[in-house]
């Protein structure tokens, strides 16, 4: 366990459910960000939050939309997704949002497939 | 930030030691080098950084020229449970909140490495 969790572990969408992915992390960061791991590609950012507030949204299209109630946890509404939006979808925390010398910490992901 | 290059796969006998280099030629004086990996299917894992000095904890150590336009990451006895791939990153520290993305980590491909029984 490395201090984020991450559920559901896999989950299996058609493309007009309405979904959500959740992220706890207890490590008493600040920061949280949101992953997108496609196969066979590097990590996309996606979004990132800094004591609840968003600070970064990568160009991500509004079919993706996050929550962050608090510190400590981080959502990730999914509606009417498309097939290519199938990928590991990764959160991590950071002490800051900047991240300095403390590193990131992930979650093992949540393996999404949308049918 | 700097953009770095790394060989796309490496093999490594079990028990030996595992040298995996990377270049970063266009690093900048503020920017520090950073490893992480990821194993099969789980989120990737920090395992040591530094900026110019070298760097050891109980995963890694770190080597990084004099010049910074290279380092290599070391995994002294490897097993068969550091199969991974591994990302090497250069990241500026504290950069300026104006710009944008280039404060987060952003990985590129890395190395798959196999450590063979």
């Known amino acids: 366990e490395t201090g984020v969790t991450q559920t559901p572990r896999h989950l299996v969408m058609g493309m007009t459910n309405k979904k959500s992915l959740k992220c706890e992390q207890h490590?008493?960061?600040?920061?949280m960000y949101w992953y997108k791991q496609s196969a066979k590609k590097p990590l996309e950012l996606m979004f990132v939050y800094n004591f609840k507030e968003q600070t970064e949204n990568n160009s991500v299209p509004s079919r993706f939309s996050p929550e962050c109630p608090n510190s400590s946890h981080l959502f990730l509404h999914l509606h009417t997704l498309q097939p290519e939006d199938s990928a590991l979808y990764l959160c991590a925390s950071s002490q800051d949002f900047q991240g300095s010398n403390y590193g990131y910490t992930f979650g093992s992901g949540t393996r999404l497939t949308v049918v | 930030d700097a953009k770095t290059t790394q060989p796309t796969s490496m093999d490594c006998a079990e028990g030996r030691a595992a040298n995996l280099p990377c270049n970063h030629s266009t690093i900048s004086g503020n920017e520090y080098v950073y490893w992480y990996r990821q194993i099969h299917s789980q989120g990737p894992q920090y395992i040591i950084h530094?900026?110019?000095n070298n760097e050891t904890n109980e995963m890694a150590s770190l080597i990084i020229t004099e010049d910074r336009k290279s380092s290599t990451l070391i995994l002294p006895h490897a097993t068969l449970r550091d199969t991974a791939v591994y990302y090497c990153?250069?990241?500026?520290?504290?950069?300026?909140?104006?710009?944008?993305?280039?404060?987060?980590?952003?990985f590129g491909s890395g190395t798959q490495l196999t450590v063979l029984p």
């Open positions: 990153i250069v990241r500026a520290d504290r950069p300026k909140i104006s710009s944008g993305s280039a404060r987060q980590l952003t």
């Open positions: 490590l008493g960061h600040n920061a």
């Open positions: 530094g900026l110019k």
